[in-house]
């Protein structure tokens, strides 16, 4: 069964500091990717990033880093020199050969304090 | 930048009436779908639609549900008969492209549905 995991409900740090969100996925197809999506208090759902299973790089957009690795089953998701502007409820999600939909994890509500 | 909207952003109505909830996908997207969010938890697939048919759907999509692209600009979700539990925030979300690739899918605002 396809299943990703964020096992941090909730986190909340002091502005400036760096955080990182975990996300743990299940799949047993070999290829599949792999989205981060930020739900501000707004509501909308926001595009971060996409990754495909067979590019293991990490990328870096500014103060945002991810990191993918297959061997753990994990892309997390960094934030430096965190802003209030952060604060935000984060889903990662996972989409698998044969199908559109994105399955998405529990999210986790981040709250950068100032 | 284009965007997918959603309208209404908040609908109102009583158990048992029908709602038709209305997105406009980016324009030159060819996948559109439908998510809903019950408040407070995560984001739950619905249905997907390509070239004018359903590709995939949940268990969640069950006869009450019903999408159509009436035109070549909007993508609506009707909700036959609402019940309680139908209440959530709905996103519709449009893709380039699909089959392999798996591009990345961009969410309209949401429409929160509250049925009384």
């Known amino acids: 069964a396809q299943k990703v995991t964020q096992a941090q409900t909730e986190i909340s740090v002091v502005e400036k500091e760096d955080v990182t969100l975990d996300c743990v996925y299940e799949?047993?197809?070999?290829?599949?990717?792999l989205f981060w999506y930020k739900q501000p208090p707004s509501g909308e759902l926001v595009f971060l990033i996409r990754r495909n299973s067979f590019d293991e790089q990490n990328e870096i957009s500014g103060r945002y880093s991810w990191n993918f690795q297959k061997s753990t089953s994990s892309f997390n998701f960094t934030i430096t020199a965190s802003q209030v502007v952060d604060s935000a409820v984060y889903f990662c999600a996972l989409s698998f050969q044969g199908a559109q939909k994105l399955v998405f994890g529990q999210g986790t509500r981040l709250t950068i304090n100032p | 930048e284009p965007e997918v909207t959603q309208t209404p952003s908040h609908q109102v109505t009583q158990m048992g009436q029908e709602v038709i909830l209305r997105c406009v996908p980016i324009s030159n997207h060819l996948y559109f779908y439908w998510y809903r969010q019950i408040l407070g938890q995560k984001v739950e697939f619905l249905v997907s639609f390509y070239n004018n048919e359903i590709s995939e759907k949940s268990e969640i999509f069950d006869d009450q549900f019903s999408v159509e692209r009436p035109d070549g600009s909007n993508f609506t979700l009707k909700i036959r008969s609402t019940k309680l539990e139908d209440s959530a925030m709905y996103f519709c979300?449009?893709?380039?492209?699909?089959?392999?690739?798996?591009?990345?899918?961009?969410f309209g605002p949401g429409t929160r549905l509250t049925v009384t």
């Open positions: 979300a449009s893709s380039r492209l699909g089959g392999a690739l798996h591009y990345e899918q961009y």
């Open positions: 799949t047993r197809d070999t290829t599949y990717y």
